[in-house]
């Protein structure tokens, strides 16, 4: 099995920065994608960013140039640092992992005010 534990969620004023961190532990094969989603109030869960344990990226039209991914793979983590935060940034981040299976993190709240 898979834990993934988030954490660096919180509120922020509109231009400034947070930094997400996502561990996992468990059984994870060394081939894998980590993944951070946003849920918003109301709304589905849209894809933010990703990085393979290659690391390829991809992200979002909304946050790209704005969020960097990256990942430790000796640590088994992934970052997502989001700066120029807006207030459409506001929902709850999940940490995502795609191996051998499909595993969530509990999520972590960003709320950005204006």
């Known amino acids: 099995q898979v834990q993934l534990v988030e954490s660096g969620g919180g509120l922020v004023q509109a231009g400034g920065s947070l930094r997400l961190s996502c561990a996992a532990s468990g059984n994870i094969f060394a081939i894998n994608i980590m993944a951070w989603y946003r849920q918003s109030l109301g709304k589905q869960r849209d894809l933010v960013a990703s990085?393979?344990?290659?690391?390829?990226?991809n992200y979002a039209d909304s946050v790209k140039g704005r969020f960097t991914i990256s990942r430790d793979n000796a640590k088994d983590t992934v970052y997502l640092q989001m700066n120029s935060l807006k207030p459409e940034d506001t929902g709850v981040y999940y940490c995502?992992?795609?191996?051998?299976?499909?595993?969530w993190g509990q999520g972590t709240q960003v709320t950005v005010s204006s």
């Open positions: 990085i393979s344990s290659e690391g390829s990226t």
């Open positions: 995502n992992l795609r191996t051998r299976g499909t595993f």
